[in-house]
């Protein structure tokens, strides 16, 4: 049984989503920082595996990496319900997966983590709105208080990885809104 973050790591990445899979949970009262490190228990491999296949001596199985995506993004979605990650943390990581799936090569267009599902996410907050603001807001950012430079940080990471994704989306518009806050990234601090 796991019981903490610790007995994860002592598990193969294949036992840690079958852990996942079978309904694992960490113990009642588990707070963030221990959800957090079974993010990275499980992403972390992950990851690695996907954009270095070299490393682990073979290409990580297409029907493997589907079904380890499909866990990581419900944990993912898990956590956010639960109010132990945020919006914004959710979505850098599930961009980061994408990223790495991109970057692997397989093809798995139905997968929750593929780059044009997890961009639409990111289009969803990345509101005409919330770019006005920060264009407006920009050019004193050095002025502004501490959270308003934060939530300009935070838009401009969405927008940065967004705009790395930007050649495997396969969705035409959605690669043509990534790009049109190019102008909005090079103004934010």
Known sequence: MVADVA?????????????????GRLPAGAGESAWLGVVQALTMPL????RH??????????????????????????LEERGLMGRHEVLTRRLGLASALAAS?????????AADRVVRQVIAEV??????????????????????????????QLIWLSLDLREHLEDGE???TVSS?????????
């Open 181 to 189: 806050w190019l102008p909005v990234h090079s103004v934010l601090p």
């Open 53 to 78: 296949p070299e490393d682990a001596g073979e290409r990580l199985p297409a029907a493997d990496a589907g079904r380890f995506l499909r866990s990581a993004g419900e944990v993912l979605s898990f």
């Open 174 to 176: 959605s690669a043509a």
């Open 47 to 50: 990851v690695s595996r996907l």
């Open 105 to 113: 090569g397989l093809s798995l267009p139905d997968s929750p983590l």
């Open 127 to 156: 509101t005409p709105d919330r770019l006005a603001e920060a264009t407006r807001l920009a050019p004193g950012w050095t002025g502004l208080p501490k959270p308003e430079i934060l939530r300009l940080r935070k838009l401009k």
């Open 7 to 23: 007995d994860l790591d002592a598990l193969s990445p294949a036992e840690r989503f079958g852990w996942w899979e079978a309904g």
